[in-house]
Each structure stands twice: as C-alpha cells, then as structure tokens.
Nanobody
Framework: QVQLVESGGGLVQAGGSLRLSCAASGGTFSRYTMGWFRQAPGKEREFVAAITWTGLSTNYVDSVKGRFTISRVNAKNTVYLQMNSLKPEDTAVYYC???????????????WGQGTQVTVSS
C-alpha cells in the first residue's frame, strides 16, 4: 500500500515562500504521476500542480503559474511544491497525490496524503 506524507506547511506572510515535501513509501514512486491539490475552508478541493514520472512535464492551475514549481527526486521518493509570492488566497490544506496513469491532466489519483496546512497572512 502506497503511503504519502506531506510536510513543510506553516504560517507565512503574504509575499513569502514555503516548500512543501511529500515522501512516498510502499510503492514504485518513480513510475507514478504525482500531483498537489488544495482545499480551502468551505471550498471544494482543487488541483494545483502535477508532474510526470520522468519530471519532464508539468501542469499547473492558472492561479499559481509563475509562482509555484512542482519537482521530484525519484531517488528520494519525494515530490516538492515550491511556493513563492504567496497570497492570502493560497491559504488551504495542501494534499499530495499519486497515480499509476501517465496523464498530468486527468484528476484520477489513486493515492492521497493526509494534508498539510498552509496559512498566508495579509
């Protein structure tokens, strides 16, 4: 069973940066497409970013393009989300997700972490 554990969340002022990490275990991480999602209070969970198993292709929601960067180190079974120029509207619980399919567009993820809270103060 694949397990995903996020870390790196916290409280930051607007304009600041955070880097989220997601450590995977129990599966063949290097073959999974990985993604980040977020859910703000009272809102539905939304897609943030995804990366192919090779790391060569990425996909982002428009609201984070140019500010967030997804990356991975397969040797460490870890995927990252570097978040710069944070805004109060980025406040949410951020979830790491993984799947066996290779699409970075479809939202059919098989594995989910427990989430890490990111709070951006104005």
């Amino acid at each position: 069973q694949v397990q995903l554990v996020e870390s790196g969340g916290g409280l930051v002022q607007a304009g600041g940066s955070l880097r989220l990490s997601c450590a995977a275990s129990g599966g063949t991480f290097s073959r999974y497409t990985m993604g980040w999602f977020r859910q703000a209070p009272g809102k539905e969970r939304e897609f943030v970013a995804a990366i192919t198993w090779t790391g060569l292709s990425t996909n982002y929601v428009d609201s984070v393009k140019g500010r967030f960067t997804i990356s991975r180190v397969n040797a460490k079974n870890t995927v990252y989300l570097q978040m710069n120029s944070l805004k109060p509207e980025d406040t949410a619980v951020y979830y790491c997700a993984g799947k066996g399919s290779r699409s970075i567009v479809s939202m059919d993820y098989d594995y989910w972490g427990q989430g890490t809270q990111v709070t951006v103060s104005s």
